[in-house]
C-alpha cells in the first residue's frame, strides 16, 4: 500500500518505519526541512534503540521517502496518518493547530478518496473536527473518511512497542474502512479492536490517565509506607501478584514525567469540564505526582542539612531510561529547586546532556557517572538506566564528600548499600544508616 504520514517526530516516524518494513512505501513529510534534509541522510531526529537501522535499510529498499512536500505525497497515497504534535495549552486544553494545519493541507490536495488516520493524541471529537475542517477547505469534492487509531508507543521501547503492540485500536466509521486498516496491520498478528471513532479517542486518554494513576497511587502508598516503616517495592509486588491489578506501572518514584502523562491527564479533565463532569479524581493524580519531588528535596535536607554551599550530584536527566527526552522530566526540576537553595549541582545522563545544558547551564555535567559523586554531599539517582546498576559503588562511597545516596526510583538494594557504608534513602522504604 502507499501510505502518507504527516509529521516525523516520535510517533510519525516510528509509524513510517513500521509501515515501510512491512513492504509498504511510505511518504513522510514534515515543515521541517533540516529534520527532512538530516533523515535523508540517516540521521534521525531522536534517540531510539533500532529505529536508525529500519530508517536506513527502508530508505535503502526505496520504501521510505522523505519530502516538505505534503500535497504530492497526499496525492500519491490513498492512506494519510496525522502524527503531528499536540501539545498543551497553559489551560490544560490541547493545542490542535497542528492537526487543523494538516487537515487543511490533505483538503487541498484531495484529488480522490482518501483516509485520513489520525494517530495524534487527540482530545475525543477531534475526527469530527478534522472531517470540518477537510469539507470546509477540499478544493474538489472527493469523499474521504476519518479514522482514530490511536498509538500506545511507549520512548525508549518505541520501535518494539509498534511492531508488537498489545493491542491496536481502530475507531472507524463503517467497516470497509476499518476493513482496510485491519490489512495493513494484519501481517503483525496482534489483537484488533475495532470501534466507533468517540470510543477509540477515549480509549487513548483513559489509558494513560490509568497509567498515570496507578503511578501515582503507589507513591501516594509510598508516604504511608516511610511512615511506618514498611517497603512501597515488597507492597507494590504484593499488590501486583493480584492479576486484577497487575505489577506494571506500580513502581514508586520522583514522579512521572515525559511528554505525554502530564499532559494528557491535564487534557482529560479539561475535557471533561467541557462536557460538564470534573474529573477531581485526575486532579488529585497530578497533585500527587507534584508533591514526589518536594518530598525527595525534603529528605535530602534531612540527611544533610541545608543544601546551600553543598555539592549534590544527581544521576540522570532523562525522564526515564533509553530515551534522550526531558520533557517534564523529574530530575530537571529537582535540579531547578536544588540550585535555588543555593546548591551546587552536578550530573550526568547517558543521553540527555545537551538538551539539559539549554535549561539548566548553570550544572556541572560530567563525563561519566564516578564524575558526578567526586567530592558529593549527595547522590541523587533521577533515571534509572541500567548502567547506574553496574557502577563501581565502592569507588563513589570513596569519592564522595559524605556517602549519602537517595534513591529517586528503588534501583538500588538498600541492605547492600548499606552494608558498603553508605546512608541510603529509597522513595517509600525509607532512610536505612550503614552497618556499624
Ligand atoms: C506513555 C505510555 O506508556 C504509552 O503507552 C503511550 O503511548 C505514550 O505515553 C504516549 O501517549 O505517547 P511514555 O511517556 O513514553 O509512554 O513513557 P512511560 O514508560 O509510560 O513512562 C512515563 C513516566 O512514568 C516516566 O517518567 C516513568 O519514569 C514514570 N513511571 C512509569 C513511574 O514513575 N513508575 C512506573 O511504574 C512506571
Partial sequence: MKICVLGVGYVGLTTAALFSDLGNVVHCIDINEE?????????????????????????????LLFSTDTASA???????????????????????????????SIAKALNGYKIVVNKSTVPVGTGD????????????NHNFDVVSN?????????????????????GAPNKQVALKLLELYATLERPMHITDLYSAEIIKYASNA??????????????????????????????????????AFLNAGIGYGGSCFPKDVESLIHTSGTYGYDFKMLKEVISVN?????????????????????????????????????REAKAIDMIQILMERGATVKAFDPQAMEHTKAIVPDVTYTQNAYEVAENADAL?????????????????????????????????????????????????????????
Fill in 35 to 63: 529534520r527532512i534534509a538530516n533523515l535523508k541522510k540517516g540521521i534521525m531526529p531522536i534517540y531510539e534503540p533500532g529505529l536508525k537501522e529500519i530508517v536506513e535499510r527502508n530508505i535503502a529498499e526505496n520504501r
Fill in 74 to 104: 497526499v496525492k500519491e497515497t490513498e492512506i494519510i496518518f496525522i502524527c503531528v504534535g499536540t501539545p498543551p495549552q497553559a489551560s490544560g486544553e490541547t493545542d490542535l493547530s497542528q492537526v487543523q494545519s494538516a487537515a487543511i
Fill in 129 to 140: 473536527f478534522v472531517r470540518r475542517t477537510i469539507e470546509e477547505n477540499r478544493l474538489e
Fill in 150 to 170: 490511536p498509538e500506545f508507543l511507549r520512548e525508549g521501547s518505541a520501535v518494539q512497542d509498534s511492531f508488537e503492540p498489545d493491542r491496536i485500536v481502530i
Fill in 210 to 247: 490509568f497509567l498515570a494513576t496507578k503511578i501515582s497511587f503507589i507513591n501516594a502508598i509510598s508516604h504511608l509506607c516511610e511512615e511506618v516503616g514498611a517497603d512501597v517495592t515488597v507492597v507494590a509486588k504484593g499488590m501486583g501478584a493480584d492479576s486484577r491489578i497487575g505489577r
Fill in 290 to 326: 507534584k508533591g514526589m519531588v518536594p518530598h525527595m528535596i525534603g529528605r535530602i535536607e534531612e540527611l544533610i542539612g541545608d543544601v546551600k554551599g553543598k555539592t549534590i550530584g544527581v544521576l540522570g536527566l532523562a525522564f526515564k531510561p533509553n530515551t534522550d527526552d526531558i
Fill in 380 to 436: 541523587v539517582l533521577a533515571t534509572e538506566w541500567r548502567e547506574f546498576k553496574l557502577l563501581d559503588m565502592e569507588r563513589i562511597r570513596n569519592s564522595m564528600n559524605q556517602p549519602v545516596l537517595l534513591d529517586g526510583r528503588n534501583f538500588y538494594n538498600p541492605e547492600e548499600k548499606t552494608r558498603m557504608g553508605f546512608t541510603y534513602y529509597g522513595l517509600g522504604r525509607g532512610i536505612f544508616r550503614p552497618n556499624s
